[in-house]
């Protein structure tokens, strides 16, 4: 099945300052990859999620960049402010089985220093 | 808006009890699923269904069990907890095209 791993495992980033995450995937034929926050204490919430066929997406100051042929993709955030900190988790749909589900990563406890 | 609930947030249980979670969901989604989540180890699912009586394993499926009788609700069953189930139990819903998850609030477990 699918395995995806997330780094790094804690981030911590002056406010203003851009912040990276980065997940690889292992199966060549995963074509979803969301990204979610979860707050402290809340339900995780998807931020921003990418299909196979593209190569990044943004929105505002939030950007996915997927690389398939290193069955990579990143997280950017740029102008952070304390309101971002979070846990983040990346996911990656493969193909086996049903496909329905997806493979999480482990989290990144994302910091904002005032 | 998608609503997903829990039937609880807080939860404590003696070992040997058992023990039902239950998720509801208001959007018609054809695919439910069970996950915990544990510091370091993220999201790991446990079961899913993507109908009716349908089940499937996820990739820690020991010492659980689901039930779907009905298109919005989605039941996980501990036969008999043990201390090592004390977790944060989440439900999620998706689509018939696999798309985005929806999470309910999350129920903490805990087995004394």
């Known amino acids: 099945g699918e395995n995806v791993e997330q780094h790094p495992s804690t981030l911590s980033v002056q406010e203003g300052d851009s912040a990276v995450i980065k997940c690889t995937y292992s199966?060549?034929?995963?074509?979803?990859f969301p990204w979610y926050k979860q707050e402290l204490g809340k339900r995780p919430q998807l931020i921003i999620d990418i299909r196979s066929n593209v190569g990044e997406k943004k929105d505002q100051r939030i950007a996915v960049t997927l690389n398939k042929t290193a069955k990579h993709f990143s997280l950017h955030i740029t102008e952070t402010q304390p309101e971002d900190s979070a846990v983040y988790f990346c996911a990656a749909r493969g193909s086996s089985g049903s496909a329905r589900q997806l493979t999480f990563g482990s989290g990144t406890q994302l910091t904002v220093l005032p | 808006d998608v609503k997903v609930t829990q039937s609880s947030r807080y939860l404590v249980k003696r070992t040997g009890e058992k023990v039902f979670l239950e998720c509801v969901q208001d959007?018609?989604?054809?695919?439910m699923f069970w996950y915990r989540q544990d510091p370091g180890l993220g999201l790991r699912l446990i079961y899913f269904?993507?109908?009716?009586?349908?089940?499937e394993k996820g990739d820690i499926p020991e010492g659980y069990s689901v039930s779907r009788e009905k298109k919005e609700r989605f039941s996980l069953i501990l036969e008999s907890a043990s201390t090592n189930q004390t977790s944060m139990y989440l439900c999620?819903?998706?689509?018939?095209?696999?798309?985005?998850?929806?999470f309910g609030p999350g129920t903490r477990l805990t087995v004394l």
């Open positions: 999620a819903t998706s689509g018939t095209s696999g798309g985005r998850e929806f």
């Open positions: 269904s993507y109908d009716v009586k349908m089940k």
């Open positions: 199966d060549s034929a995963s074509n979803y």
């Open positions: 959007m018609d989604h054809e695919n």
